[in-house]
């Protein structure tokens, strides 16, 4: 059993690395128009259903952020102002498109998501025009050397680098490292490198940062999936957590607590960190109004630190940004507090 078990997950690797559907490579490139959360093929899904599993899109995981200068670890609870974040393309040239995500909320936005590709510099101009505007960086770092490398210092020229721009920068900045590890998509993911390399990898790159206070260090898995890898492995101590969540897309459900709720369980297990929901949105086909409100109570009523928002149109089962009605229900259940609708 084992071994077709093991002959089953070879398949699905070499399916996923074989379709341009998959979500396998790192795509969230900010220059590139990154974050392309893509259907699989029929043949993939197959694969995996035959592994035991459907692939599922969310993630999130770690522990209490040390000697930090940012707000992220503030949580947030009934009847307060949750933060809230979003990733808007082309924020980090304008900043007229988290603007205009702002108005849409009814408030500020507190956090920026962007992602940084192999050895890319701090952007600088991104981090500018959050600064201007009360926000705070969130970048998702997704490097493309292998974790054995990264924890044995072949890439310390370049986070020693980027540790320098970030302290230079002054402002608080949320930096989170190989997102999603629980996952197989990515180089850094469960089957495809062993967890005690990841942990050493986010442990040697957070050294790097020694002595940089307005660093605050995110842990993002995705929410846990039939075959995904096990939530204790991807704990790292010292950090908050983020996860990562779409409603309806995969095999997640309609409601807070089917695509949410089991992931936080898993995660507060073995972590009292601040956890945030760190990349999240409902389609716009998907009567997304009525859902938004279950989505914002949710997070109060699991103290969880914001809600970052993907504003982002991917493509057939991926429209993400706020409808106008979407807007609405956001602007309403952000100024008004009540019992869960899930």
Known sequence: MMTALAGIAGLVTVLYAISALGRLVPVKRRHHD????????????????????????????????SASASSA??????????????????????????QRFSQDAGQPVRYALDYTGPDEPFPAQFGKLAAEHG????????????????????????????????SGYGHPVVLSFAPEANGTWYQWGWTR??????????KHVMAQFTGVRNVTWMDTVNVSYPGSGSMADYIVPGVMTGIDGYYGFGNQGMDFNSVFTPT?????????????????????????????????????????AGVIWFNQDRGKGQH??????????????????????G
């Open 320 to 341: 993400w940004p706020l409808t106008s009605a979407g807007a609405a229900a956001l602007r309403q259940s952000l100024a008004t507090t009540g019992p869960g609708r």
């Open 135 to 166: 926000a705070e960086p969130v970048l998702q770092m997704m490097p493309a050397m292998s974790m054995a490398d990264i924890a044995a210092g072949q890439d310390d020229a370049y986070l020693s680098s980027l540790a320098r721009q970030v």
């Open 73 to 98: 670890t503030g949580t947030g609870s009934k009847g307060s102002t949750l933060p809230i974040g979003v990733f808007a393309p082309g924020a980090w040239k304008s900043w007229s498109p988290v």
């Open 264 to 304: 936080l369980r898993q995660v507060r297990a073995h972590t009292k960190a601040p956890v945030m929901i760190s990349e999240t949105a409902i389609q716009g086909s998907r009567d997304q109004a009525a859902h938004i409100p279950g989505l914002i109570q949710g997070a109060r009523d699991n103290h969880l």
């Open 193 to 202: 490198t062993a967890p005690s390399q990841y942990q050493a990898a986010w």
């Open 34 to 65: 990154w974050k392309q959360v893509t259907g699989m093929s029929a043949v993939t899904l197959l694969a995996v259903g035959l592994a035991g599993g459907i692939y599922g899109v969310t993630h999130g995981t770690g522990d209490a952020a």
